[in-house]
């Protein structure tokens, strides 16, 4: 029986493959010479072009080809000259950086949040032990009494010295910075990604998007030491993030360009009513920030300081009654104010309010920028640049046409 199993095998195997030549043939007679169709040509499909294309589109998505990768899939394609091929890489490689750039932002800003919140409750679990340690003493026996003393003083000290350096460096304040570095590195990334699905790229592209980079870093610095923006500056600013060099665009033979006196008008009257409104109005608001920051950094502190003194003096014959009673009210009241300052995120408040003053300069330099070039085919498309002031405004054309006719009796921004 064993002997038979592979005479079936071969049996079958025969049978199937007479079987599958007689449906070849079947379907080879049905053909005709004349129904022949000839080699199908596809644009853009061959010699791998639809499959590098792809590629590269998943490479804006998922970051994962390296920029000689590019080159060399790029270099695969037909349309693509070398000089063309040199910038697609370049533009890639700074595309990757900045991905980055968003990832190392965004977990820098969660980490300087959990310093808030941690060294917040760290804090006032001191101050609140401290006082406990403070009102037992003041009751309980003269033995009893000096440890408690020295406990409370030590627990008060080392809440003052905690207290200083979150105040120093502001910790909301600092997650509020790397949040806006996050989403303005994000809003970096779609333009690399826009320029690079449109196709319509130069040398100097690249050179603009690097100058965006390097400003976004110089604005938002990730260390602390020696490069952490001022907490606490003298004079309010708003942020700027952006280039102050600014290329002209290449010059085409569009005419007006889409301009005209009557939106030259009503840009010059925009930027009035953002310069005059929205963004003193923030800046308003940011000093407001400022001040009620500066007092309550100074004023926890030094009431936890004058806690410790009240503790180390407690029990003394001549000033023991009032030391208990300034070591416990002083240490309720700087746990109010270190809970007011870092758990209202009042840094984190200020640089808000400063950041969105340097959105309304920022809009307020690119509208400017515009008018005083002289040569229209130079200036940016005016009307996709008033789709883009309506946008940030919140506003509909008509809705900004109409700001502009009725003066400054309103704010510019319905966002915020």
């Known amino acids: 029986m ?16 007479c079987k599958s030549s007689k449906q070849r043939g079947i379907v080879a007679a049905t053909i005709s010479p004349r129904n022949r169709v000839g080699k199908i040509s596809l644009p853009g499909i061959g010699a791998g072009g639809f499959v590098d294309k792809l590629e590269l589109h998943r490479f804006t998505d998922e970051k994962q080809l ?49 310093w808030n919140s941690l060294l917040l409750t760290s804090i006032n679990g001191l ?34 010295g905690l207290l200083s350096i979150m105040n120093m460096i502001q910790p909301s304040q600092l997650a509020e910075e790397q949040r806006n570095a996050t989403r303005l590195f994000k809003q970096l990334q779609n333009q690399i990604t826009t320029v690079l699905s449109i196709g319509n790229f130069m040398s100097f592209d690249v050179k603009e998007l690097m100058e965006k980079v390097l400003a976004l870093d110089k604005a938002y610095p990730l260390p602390l030491l020696g490069a952490m923006l001022e907490k606490f500056p003298e004079n309010v600013e708003p942020a700027v993030w952006w280039s102050e060099c600014r290329r002209k665009q290449p010059k085409r033979l569009v005419g007006f360009n889409g301009w005209n006196r009557k939106l030259e008008e009503e840009m010059r009257e ?9 963004k003193q109005d923030y800046l308003r608001l940011s000093e407001k920030a400022l001040k009620l920051n500066k007092f309550l950094a100074v004023a926890a502190p030094t009431l936890t300081g004058l806690a410790a003194v009240g503790s180390a003096l407690m029990g003394s014959p001549s000033h023991g009654g009032w030391a208990a009673m300034l070591g416990v009210s002083g240490d309720a009241l700087a746990s109010v104010m270190n809970t007011l300052e870092h758990g209202g995120q009042v840094g984190m408040v200020f640089e808000m309010y400063r950041s969105n003053a340097g959105f309304f300069k920022m809009m307020e330099d690119t509208i400017a920028w515009n008018l005083r070039e002289e040569d229209l085919e130079r200036r940016e498309n005016g009307e ?33």
Do not use: W
């Open 127 to 160: 101050i609140l032990a401290a006082a406990t340690m403070v009102g037992i003493a003041s009751i309980s026996g003269s033995a009893p009494a000096a440890a408690l003393k020295l406990s409370s003083t030590i627990l008060y000290v080392g809440a003052t």
């Open 384 to 416: 996709v640049l008033e789709m883009k002031v309506g946008l940030q405004l919140g506003r509909s054309l008509s809705q900004l046409r109409d700001l502009a006719t009725a003066g400054e009796d309103q704010f510019a921004s319905k966002l915020f």
């Open 66 to 114: 390296s920029p000689i990768k590019v080159i060399e899939t790029i270099k695969r394609n037909e349309g693509v000259n070398g000089g063309d091929t040199l910038i697609v890489a370049e533009l890639y490689s700074i595309l990757e950086a900045v991905a980055d750039r968003v990832e190392m932002h965004r977990n820098i800003c969660e980490q300087r949040s959990n």
């Open 270 to 278: 925009i930027v009035n009513i953002i310069e005059r409104k929205d």
């Open 2 to 17: 064993a002997a038979l199993k592979p005479t079936i095998l071969i049996l079958k195997s025969s049978f199937s493959s």
